[in-house]
């Protein structure tokens, strides 16, 4: 009896051992799938950092250049204010006669086709003619050389009506100028022909030419 007794309880506290042990088992495996979870947990929250961070270095990028923008328009506005006709359009042309026109037809136009200077370029070179950009006032003028005993008169025409004309006469050869100041439209046309059937050649070699700005706007 006793040894039945006895070996009762060595089969209990077997029992008991092996309980204990797989306990202690599950209880480890458990912590090992917490710390796995949490492991994940914090890569996932350093992945969401580093993602805010670079979303607010794109927004502060985005904030410093609007910023430098809008000192730019206040450097520019303070500008204006300064001085108004800063910023407006500027217009203005000088160009010379490269070769003798020789042959002129009644109220030809003199093609200067040198350009010395054409900001804007609203003078063309191949027609002889400017025309206006914006509704402005203009300054104009002509120099026009004559040939040796040749007479010539030539004009300052605005859409091909005379506004000023210009007298070129003399034994050897003799320059005639003209300036006129006008108040065009955008489409105007300013430019300078042969006069009538005065005369029938217009020396070159950049003796003859013809200018013209904007003074101010309307």
């Excluded at 914006?134 to 040796?148: G, K, M, P, R, V």
């Amino acid at each position: 009896m006793g040894i039945i007794y006895i070996s009762l309880s060595l089969c209990v506290c077997s029992a008991l051992i092996s309980i204990s042990c797989c306990s202690e088992i599950l209880d480890t495996h458990k912590i090992l799938q917490t710390l796995e979870a949490q492991q994940h947990a914090i890569s996932q929250l350093t992945n969401q950092v580093l993602q805010l961070k670079g979303e607010l270095q794109s927004q502060k990028r985005q904030m410093d250049e609007t910023s430098e923008r809008l000192r730019e328009c206040s450097r520019n506005k303070r500008m204006l204010l300064e001085n108004p006709y800063e910023g407006a359009l500027k217009v203005g042309f000088t160009a010379k006669l490269s070769k003798h026109m020789l042959n002129l037809g009644n109220n030809q136009a003199i093609l200067f086709d040198y350009i010395v200077t054409n900001i804007g370029h609203h003078y063309s070179p191949n027609t002889g003619v400017f025309t206006a950009p914006i509704n402005a006032t203009y300054y104009f003028s002509a120099s026009i050389l004559s040939h040796t005993n040749e007479l010539l008169q030539t004009e300052i025409v605005k859409n091909g009506i005379r506004e000023v004309m210009i007298y070129s006469y003399d034994n050897d050869h003799e320059q005639g100028s003209n300036s006129v100041v006008l108040q065009l439209n955008i489409g105007d046309e300013v430019w300078v022909r042969h006069l009538g059937m005065v005369g029938t050649k217009v020396y070159g070699n950049g003796w003859s030419t013809f200018s013209g700005f904007k003074i101010s706007d309307d």
